[in-house]
């Protein structure tokens, strides 16, 4: 600014001011935050130059930076806070620049609709266009769903879909978040998929190859899938897949199949495709071919079929399957078995089964057969060799060849270390074994060394069914043996009876004996075997569901068993109906050691049975009440100890203790989740500003809902959030709605508690002292949501108003934090402040978010001290509300004096602020006035007034030369009205020092004067000469014609006279003509004769005309004028002058006129004055 001032003050004058440009011509506005808008503008000029200047605004929303620029392109951010702007309303201002280029004004409008939402260069106007973007352009959808206009625009008049969007934001996955969001709210089905086939075989399987899977999907949205194989074999090609993969509706997933990692034969995998909502399980079975499959398969068939033939061997020692049933299906079972024909094994069955039916030549032909393989067999398969010599020894009836036979087989015995197949031969040939003693002994021994044979537990069951005595102890084996024969009900009741008597002996718990001993209460339902069960079981301190059948038999049975009653309540499963016996009531009546869950299960029940029961009822009633105050005070609870604070926490007997207790449990749910794959659940409050998380245990949780708005938000493995309510179930855990007003009383500080109160009392039509309280308690709770907290505070507020409590209403104004406040609450609030003269709080609210919607005169009432004990710092708040009192003539002294001192705008304000000014000192605002007006170039005729004060104030008389030199330029150039004092300014100041612009402009004002003083004359005389010898010619000295004496030619020339800029080449063309012969036109340059004034004079007589036009070249850009004409009558001749140019003029006038005297009269004096001269004057 002072840079142009100093530059005017010197005459340095710029012809015009590059024109401002703002662009863009539209503003994009960007929702930045919550409520905050914003957008740039880049403000240039037309001619590129450096430019200065500030951007200014009456719009308390506004914020600009920054205010002051500088440069060729300045970019200016403008942010508009739409907290301050009525709800529902368009938003419209205007920004002031004023620069040393001009002054430009920026309308701003923020339509309402623009609130909502943008994306993609689309307005988004409701969820269902929202739903089409996101259809079309899902990250342009999961790019507004990210930004603020989404839920405060798209989601403002809906809480319950906000507070969904607020969990579900948190959530991992933005896509992810975005579709759960859809499909929680209804907008549209969640993607699932499914597969065409779920089993696949592949045989024959000798060179790897690739196959697929055809996906589906059921519709549009976004989904993530994992798809894994639990076989090497089976390699997937995409482990991980998401829907946007799909095309279509169709992704095709490839795999391949290796042999390299299979085994022979059949191979087994299975495909998993899932996510959290869905599974689908793909069963793959591949065969691979070979010499060894088919090895394998002949193998497992033979094991097959040896298994059944022991399998009815056994049956046939048990006499459980008849001789020739037995006979008959073994044949069958050898003919399917795949045995070779002639192999030994095969021979060895065949003749074993022709002697049990004394087929006596298939067994000779057998033996014989055999006979001659003797040697190789023993060689080879020693066991075969013993099995050939029990037959033939089992057969023959020579008993030296039976003795050679039983011989043969020991030395087999002891060549194969004692093998268990050749010892089953012994066992019925020799007779040292024929011994039940030394038979049991030596399988015992033979079970120890590692034997697993059912045919030799078999035998030890025999001889302990024959022998009981046998049985003193039970030893790993035995017990092996036993086992045996209790799963085959080979075990008669004497034995049974003494394996649970050793049984019941046993100091440490073993699994095989009490599966056993079930196994035989089944056959024999003693209670002496009940007896041992039970023990057994609470020596391994079993309490499952399959453990309370047997404590349950033994309670029914009376068994005195100490704890038992005790393990029968641990163990059983409360998810069933239960059904206590009179003895087990009557057993804890008076021995009651249970846990405190326990208790309070066998409690719960009792209360819920009291009206079949109520004898019961009463006897435990004393009991259970101790019990269950106890457990509150100590602050446990569960869904049994939920029964009993139902029956026996009332209000007569609640305590301070136990009501802290019960607060914190009446709001209590339990949630059971049926999804195995979410983790854990959320509960978000719309009142709290913090989220809860509950891990979730055996899919279980317990949880706190205080109000019925809280939402909950299951969490999975890869912290995705969803909102389907149909994948858990809440219980509460307490039915005590009728306690909370009760806790209240002794429990003030529970936060949980404190909400559900308050949400009861929010429906109520009439506050009541006590809602009053309530309201209190909760706004003293940290964590609450802003909105929430001033929606408390302004009902506590509304209702001291309302009853005329002003002290009251003045403490929680104290307390007010204006930034908690909602747009639509801020007008009652400064009503509130206004009533209880809370000005200062008042004045807080109102420079926060601004006075829209204020009544004036109260807003003036409210700001008077303000005003008064403002700072020395400008604040951009406080300015735009003087200017609003200003506008409205609402203010004071103290209000004009802070515009003064600070106040920026136009020109135009800052006069009317001079003007209102008044008596108050004015001499700074008018030097900034004045100076802004210099630099701006912006002028009202009301400046010239302002001028005069501040130059009788003496002034800065920089600013004063420049104003002057300023105006005389614009008086010069642009025929700008000036008043009469300046012009008497500029005659005064010119014969002090020379001044060019200041001296024209005086002139050519004085040349408009119908007269002129004596002074004036000489002045006009003086100067005019002197400007005509420095050929400095002016059209306006032809007016001083009459006034003063005028240079000879002055008129006798016409003058054209053009303003253009100074660095313009400037050419004019005419043409003189008389009639109607106008010829061609010529061109000549017209002469710069000051700051952009171009002259050219021309000489013309009677009738004859100037026909012109002027053109400008700059640039390489021509402009050219219009068509303009000049033409000489008699009110143009001045014959007074003396000059021959007037002289002839005068004679063609006479001649034209028919004038025949006069014209002679005229060509004789013009003659004589002729000759006159050329006596006089001769040539140098």
Known sequence: MREKINRLAEGNYEYEQSRVIVTPEVLDWNHVTKQVYQTSLVISNEKRHLMKGIVTTHAPEITIDPVNFRGVDSTIVVSVDMERVKPGENFESVLQIISDCGNEKVPLCIPKESVKAEASGHQIEDLSQFVSLVQKDIEAGVKLFDTPAFRDGLLAKDAQKQAIYDGLRASAGRKNALDNFLVSIGKKKPVTIAVEQVYRQYDACREAFQDEISITKNTWGYEEFQICSDASFLRIENAHITTEEFVGDRFVCKYEIDPEQMVMGKNYARIEIKNTRQTIKISVVAVKPGVQHEKAQKNRREQRTLCQMLKRHLAFCMNRLPLQDYLQEMDQLLQGSGLEKNSTRLQLYRIHLAIMEHQAEVVTKGLNSLEEQAEELRKEHPERYAGFCYLKGIWTDDESVKEGCIRQIRDCYEETGQDAQVLWCLLYLDPELQSEKKKFTTILEQLTDGCYSPIFYLEICQILNDTPKYLTELSEVIVQALHWGCKNHFIEKETALRYVYLAGRLRQYSAGVLEDMTLLYERYPEDEILTVICKMLMRGQITTKDAFVWYERGVNHNLKITELYEYYMYSIDEKETMAFTHSVLLYFLYDNHLTVDKKAMLYAYVVRQKDKDPETYESYRTLMQNFTWKQLREGRISTNLGVLYNEFVTEEVLDKEMAVQLAGFLLQYEITCDNPNMVGVYVSHPELSEEHFAPFVKGKAVITCATSRAKLFLIDREYHRYADDSWYRLKPLLEMDGMKEVCYRFDKQNR??????????????????????????????????????????????????????????????????????????????????????????????????????????????????????????????????????????????????????????????????????????????????????????????????VFAQYKEHAGNKQIIRAFKKWMAYEYLLRGRELPEELFADYFVDVQKKEDMPCLLAVLKHMSGKAELSEEEAKFADYHVGKLYDQKMIFAFYRNFYGKISLPEHVLDQVYVEYIANPDHDVALHYRIYVGADKGKYAEVKMHNVFAGIHVREFVLFEDERLEYYITEHYNGKDHRSEVQEITTGKDDIHPDTGSRYAKLNEMMAAKNSGEDEKLIDLMESFTMEREIAASIFEPL
């Open 752 to 945: 949980a508690l404190l909400l559900a109160l308050g949400e009861q009392a929010s429906k109520q039509v009439v506050d009541t002292a006590e809602t009053v309280e309530l309201r209190a308690q909760l706004l003293e709770c940290e964590g609450l949501r802003e909105n929430y907290r001033h929606a408390l505070e302004l009902k506590q507020m509304q209702y001291f108003y309302q009853r005329g409590e002003r002290g009251r209403l003045e403490e929680a104004l104290e307390q007010l934090d204006w930034t908690t406040v909602e747009a639509g609450g801020r007008g009652r609030m400064i009503e509130y402040c206004a009533w209880c003269e809370c000005f200062a709080k008042a004045m807080e609210g109102i420079l926060q978010f601004g006075f829209e919607g204020i009544p004036i005169k109260r807003l003036q009432t409210i700001s008077e001290q303000a005003f008064q004990d403002a700072s020395a710092v400008p604040d951009e708040r406080m300015l735009c509300l003087a200017w609003k009192l200003f506008t409205e003539n609402a203010y004071s002294e103290p209000v004009l004096k802070y515009l003064m001192r600070f106040f920026s705008g136009t020109v135009a304000e800052l006069v009317c602020l001079w003007q209102a000014a008044g008596d108050l000192s004015r001499e700074s605002l008018e030097e900034r006035l004045l100076a802004q007006s210099i630099f701006s170039g912006e002028v009202v005729p009301e400046v010239f007034t």
